[in-house]
């Protein structure tokens, strides 16, 4: 994809105002080490045409075992392809096998990886296969086992927590074994010399890991979204503000409010790897980059559509007022772009339950402009719109107003300090869903005293 020179300042400041949010962490590393090299012209835009996969092993994951979900036995995938269980002569019952997802950063909590040359080797995986669970090869019947053991949750309730083995062999190998226990279908495997209360992971790289069915949750992809106005259709400026006058809100935050069309360009450049339950101050931020010609340039994975959107521009003076109403109500400082994403959170969601469309369908893009003010940029996230925020234009203003207010009027569900899923939070937020805060974006909309 060829970036337009007008969204490389505009990316960089972005990704500068998002590892604020981040500070501390590998993933505010990572964009900062992002930003510079968007300045320096060292990143590379690849818009992908064709998705494939390989289940491993990879420099990330190795997810090529299966398991057997009725017998526990573990059987590697050979082409990508489901197996069959040895027992059970079924590729139905086969379910990917547990793997030991990181529970800490690893080093410096940022890795870079060569996009093109091969992956790692297997032990080099940040994700690993179940074939490096401890004492998974260990038999002492048989010796050097040239099988791995099966792997079963003890309780259904609790499938990580109580994962354990069974027995790979039948019993004319394996039937005198005193480590054999035998529970209906089940043949639970007792050995265990590590002595661990379940099955544990090898501490390869001095990284932990704990068990995890594969999911997307183990990969958090961080975005930037950018944007630039092409059209202005109709210039709401003067009708929002008196909507929100009408509802005893603030209105003097807008500087401008349109409905447009607009280029948006939304650019991956890393994703945070880690344990389906782990925070995202534990993960490691991964990235890539590719080499030319001695350049090393990092690569990010990027999309650019044309479409609809409502553009709100938020004023410094207010965004200055609600940093300095949060700090003494909470005691702590937000930052001018943590108050704007705030907001846009809001406005997603309003545009989002006044509209009628899934959450997904709706965009946002949150940038500083040149004056020091915000745009907040609320869009409908598909090539030519949707019609989610034509339609709030066009019929429901009103409405989106009443959502300010009510927002506004009171406070989190839960009672929560910042932000959580009852208020603030977004299904595809590009930050995850970091540096919120209610108590900000209702400090915006909140009348001065």
């Known amino acids: 994809m060829t970036t337009n020179p007008e969204y490389l300042e505009l990316i960089a400041s972005i990704a500068e105002d998002m590892a604020q949010s981040y500070r501390g962490t590998g993933a505010g590393d990572a964009l900062e080490r992002f930003a510079e090299r968007v300045r320096k012209g060292e990143v590379e835009v690849w818009e992908p045409s064709k998705v494939s996969f390989n289940l491993g092993p990879s ?23 489901i197996p069959k269980c040895p027992r059970c002569g079924s590729e139905r019952n086969m379910v990917q096998a547990y793997v030991g997802a990181p529970s800490e950063p690893a080093g410096a909590g940022v890795l870079e990886y060569d996009a093109n040359k091969d992956f790692q080797r297997m032990g080099d995986s940040l994700i690993l296969s179940a074939r490096h669970i401890i004492d ?5 019947t048989v010796g050097t086992a040239k099988r791995l053991k099966g792997l079963m949750p003890k309780d259904p309730e609790r499938p990580q927590s109580s994962l354990w083995f069974t027995c790979p062999y039948d019993d004319s190998t394996a039937g005198a074994c005193r480590y054999l226990v035998k529970d209906g279908t089940v043949r639970w495997c007792q050995y265990n010399s590590h002595r ?18 594969p999911s997307e949750a183990m990969t958090k992809p961080i975005k930037i979204s950018a944007h630039l106005r092409r059209r202005c259709l109709k210039d709401i400026t003067s009708e929002f503000r008196r909507l929100l006058q009408e509802r005893g809100l603030a209105s003097e935050w807008v500087e ?19 344990h389906p339950y782990s925070s995202r101050r534990a993960r490691t931020a991964v990235m890539y980059y590719s080499r030319q010609d001695n350049v090393q340039r990092l690569i990010a994975m990027g999309r650019k559509i044309r479409t609809y959107g409502i553009l709100v ?11 300095k109403e949060v700090g003494t109500i909470r ?9 704007a994403h705030s907001l846009a959170h809001v406005l997603v969601k309003a545009v989002v339950k006044v509209s009628g469309v899934d959450p997904r369908e709706v965009g946002e893009s949150v940038l500083r402009n040149q004056e020091g003010s915000y745009e907040v940029l609320i869009y409908d996230d598909s090539p030519g719109g949707v019609g989610a925020t034509t339609g709030v234009v066009d019929l429901g203003m009103p409405d989106l107003a009443e959502e300010l207010r009510r ?9 929560c300090l910042s932000a959580c899923r009852a208020c603030l939070y977004i299904e595809g937020c590009g930050s995850l869903n970091k540096g919120l805060n209610w108590v900000a974006a209702k400090a915006l909309l909140a009348p001065s005293s």
């Open 136 to 140: 998974i090869w260990a038999c002492p």
């Open 407 to 415: 927002f506004a009027s009171l406070p989190c569900p839960r009672g």
């Open 331 to 339: 005691g702590v400082n937000p930052t001018p772009f943590e108050v």
């Open 196 to 213: 661990y209360a379940y099955v544990s992971f090898s501490k390869i790289g001095g990284i932990k890991r704990a068990p995890a069915m």
């Open 256 to 274: 401008e409010t349109c409905l447009g069309e607009f280029e948006v360009i939304t650019l991956v450049p890393l994703y945070l790897v880690g």
């Open 59 to 81: 420099a990330i994951s190795d997810l090529s075992y299966f398991r057997c979900s009725v017998c526990g036995y573990v059987e590697q995938s050979k082409n990508n392809t």
């Open 313 to 323: 521009k938020v004023g410094s003076g207010a965004i200055r007022r609600a940093i």
